[in-house]
């Protein structure tokens, strides 16, 4: 749907409006273990690795170890920045709910490219959103 909108003053406006609908980090959250370093504003970022519904051809009683490819991780996370917060709306899109695997393997530069966030954001942006992307794929090589 982005592509779609035109010019970068649109996708703008639809990336603020996509960072208020946010969910809203909890003032506890917002500590030094997780704060994003690299960001030009003020980014926090939470993971909750989370079991996937046990399938059919696991355990009948469903309680093995989880591996890697039977958890998803789920992040929240917040800017004091309305454009960085529409910037994480879309790392959210991108990885909220994927196992560690696909996190991993998920070619973030193409999705950029392709949204034409490249050609559209300051250096400082683009190293605070490489920064955050870093931090995702981190948590996600802890989760395997």
Known sequence: EFEFL???DDQCDFL???GFELPKLPETAKTAENFVHG???NVW???EVKPNEPSDSGSESGVEPASNEE???EFIANS???IVNGLIAVLMIVFNGRTPREILATDVQAV???LGLERHLSPQRRNGLYGMVERIRQIAA???
Do not use: M, N
């Open 6 to 8: 035109g010019d970068w």
């Open 16 to 18: 603020i409006d996509l």
């Open 39 to 41: 960001c030009q504003s």
């Open 45 to 47: 970022l939470v993971a």
């Open 71 to 73: 958890v998803s991780i």
């Open 80 to 82: 004091d920045a309305v």
């Open 112 to 114: 950029f490219t392709k």
């Open 142 to 144: 802890q989760a395997t």
